[in-house]
């Protein structure tokens, strides 16, 4: 079984300061690694993923992460924050190469961008 | 391409009650999962769908169901409603060609239980 731990439930920070939020997962398999935001009142849309390749990960609105096999890990980074990222941000995996979809989620880092 | 669509978007319930909601998968997509997402916590996995048969089932017990129909829309149906039934309820759709687990998440129903 695969699981999931996000070491942040919560992290303030000021507009323009950079953020990281850690995600550390555990798995007997290889996996795939997934970074999703929700929104207040919506549903989940996916921020970035890892499926093979290059370990460092970018997305369109400046975000990156990078896949670390040795430490089981996928922490997410933003060098300069937006009052718009604020956001619950989860991380999720899933069994690589498995013919079902089931991911598993950690349990959020809700980040809270103040002016 | 269409998103994936969910309703209702709020339901209020009493206990021992059912309850069917519905998702309309993203334009292409074949498979169907569920999620249930309890207040402050990451989504839990239910159940998935593909070609209108379960293929894979979280913890959760049987009163927790469901349907694919043919155009690859799926129903959540809840049986004998408890109050920590209470939470969002996610779906999402993928394509199962290649397999890489890229799922597309609807808004959400959110289901309240007095």
């Known amino acids: 079984a695969q699981s999931v731990t996000q070491l942040d439930s919560q992290v303030p920070v000021f507009e323009e300061a950079p953020v990281e939020l850690r995600c550390n997962y555990s798995s007997s398999v290889s996996v795939y690694l997934f970074w999703y935001v929700q929104y207040p009142n919506q549903g989940l849309q996916l921020l970035l993923k890892?499926?093979?390749?290059?370990?460092l990960v970018k997305s369109i609105n400046g975000f990156e992460a990078e896949f670390n096999k040795s430490q089981t890990s996928f922490h997410l980074r933003k060098p300069s924050v937006h009052i718009s990222d604020t956001a619950e941000y989860f991380c999720?995996?899933?069994?690589?190469?498995?013919?079902?979809?089931?991911?598993?989620f950690g349990g959020g880092t809700r980040v809270l961008v103040k002016p | 391409e269409t998103g994936v669509t969910q309703s209702p978007t709020h339901l209020i319930k009493t206990r021992g009650q059912q309850v069917t909601l519905r998702c309309s998968s993203q334009?292409?997509?074949?498979?169907v999962s569920w999620y249930q997402q309890a207040l402050g916590q990451g989504p839990q996995f239910i159940f998935q769908?593909?070609?209108?048969?379960?293929?894979g089932r979280g913890n959760f017990p049987p009163r927790f169901s469901g349907l694919q129909f043919p155009n690859y829309s799926s129903e959540l149906n809840v049986n004998a409603l408890e109050l920590d039934d209470s939470a969002l309820y996610l779906c999402?759709?993928?394509?199962?060609?290649?397999?890489?687990?890229?799922?597309?998440f609807g808004p959400g129903t959110r289901l309240l239980v007095l």
């Open positions: 769908y593909y070609r209108e048969e379960e293929n």
């Open positions: 999402a759709s993928s394509s199962l060609q290649g397999a890489n687990g890229t799922q597309y």
């Open positions: 334009s292409g997509h074949n498979t």
């Open positions: 999720a995996v899933k069994k690589a190469k498995a013919a079902g979809n089931k991911l598993t």
């Open positions: 890892y499926l093979s390749g290059s370990t």
